[in-house]
């Protein structure tokens, strides 16, 4: 009689599942990965368990501009060599750090957590848009870099975006200029994101 395939152990089989559900694990890199740490020495898995506890534990989003933070406000925000009148909006807090790898921004950023997707029911009120604008109307920001996805929900976010900025008197620049339709920021490379840091124009 035919049983099925024998399960793994069960505390196995719970790692497998927690695995497979992080972003671009399937299930066989799960397996692969579990089986490694199973051959980890334990104090190296320790020191990995404690890292994934420590960034729910520690970090928190900055109460400014919302990036991901164990200071409030972040590094970036009570920093006094960046220039307080330019905001970078983007979407994930990832995007600041391919952002600051390229050296060529120096201004300040804001994390909207998302983008405006009516197909996937995420509207206005569902990213921090209302914080946004909270922050420009202090009135010291003269430029807004809408550096959203160039995918269509990013695109759509920046239109919106553009249409409530422009009665504050605040320039809106689009961060678009090199990079191809369906970028997503944290994967582009350095050169293009400078590109398009340098290349922005106006909406
Ligand atoms: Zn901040």
Avoid: W
Wanted: proline content about 5%; some cysteine.
């Amino acid at each position: 009689m035919n049983q099925g395939p024998i399960p793994a152990a069960e505390a196995v089989n719970k790692l497998i599942q927690e695995l497979n559900k992080l972003p671009g694990i399937g299930p066989k890199s799960a397996q692969r990965l579990a089986y490694y740490l199973l051959r980890t020495p334990e104090e190296q898995t320790r020191l990995l368990a404690e890292a994934i506890l420590s960034v729910k534990q520690e970090i928190t989003l900055c109460s400014v501009c919302f990036n991901v933070t164990d200071s409030a406000p972040c590094l970036i925000c009570r920093s006094d060599q960046r220039d307080r009148s330019q905001i970078c909006v983007v979407e994930q807090p990832q995007d600041i750090l391919a952002l600051e790898h390229t050296r060529v921004y120096h201004g300040l950023y804001h994390v909207l957590h998302g983008a405006i997707s009516p197909t996937e029911g995420v509207g206005a009120d569902d990213v921090r848009i209302k914080e946004l604008i909270n922050r420009l109307q202090s009135g010291s920001v003269n430029e807004v870099i809408l550096a959203t996805n160039t995918n269509l929900e990013g695109e759509q976010t920046a239109m919106y975006l553009h249409r409530l900025i422009l009665p504050l008197g605040i320039k809106v620049t689009r961060l678009a200029q090199g990079l191809p339709f369906g970028t997503e920021l944290e994967y582009a490379d350095d050169v293009t994101l400078t590109r398009a840091l340098e290349g922005r124009q106006e909406f």
